[in-house]
């Protein structure tokens, strides 16, 4: 089983800068597409960024280009490994819950229904 769990988050002013982490744990770990995902209050789950298993190939939706990075370290365990999204110059409206999630497969997904685990959730709040 795959166990995700994200951090990092919290309220910040417009234009700041927060760094989610994601700890995955879990045997089939490094074989898993990354993505982040948000929801925010009112709104459906919405894709955000993804990375590939060897964290060579991301993938953002338009409106985090050049604010947000994803990144992974999978340090020296295959079963455990920590997915980053840094988000820098933050507005009010990338205020949501963030969720860290994974999937088997290749290529790309902006689907949240291709992604098979997910973690709990991290609350992100960009006051204007």
């Known amino acids: 089983q795959v166990q995700l769990v994200e951090s990092g988050g919290g309220l910040v002013q417009a234009g700041a800068s927060l760094r989610l982490s994601c700890a995955a744990s879990g045997r089939t770990v490094s074989a898993l597409i990354m993505g982040w995902f948000r929801q925010a209050p009112g709104k459906e789950r919405e894709f955000v960024a993804d990375?590939?298993?060897?964290?060579?190939?991301?993938?953002?939706?338009?409106s985090v280009k050049g604010r947000f990075t994803i990144s992974k370290d999978s340090g020296s365990d295959s079963a455990n490994s920590t997915v980053y999204l840094q988000m820098n110059n933050l507005k009010p409206e990338d205020t949501a819950v963030y969720y860290c999630?994974?999937?088997?497969?290749?290529?790309?997904?902006?689907?949240?229904?291709?992604?098979?685990?997910w973690g709990q959730g991290t609350q992100v709040t960009v006051s204007s």
């Open positions: 999630a994974g999937r088997l497969g290749f290529g790309t997904s902006r689907s949240e229904k291709e992604y098979l685990y």
């Open positions: 990375i590939s298993r060897t964290g060579y190939t991301t993938h953002y939706t338009d």
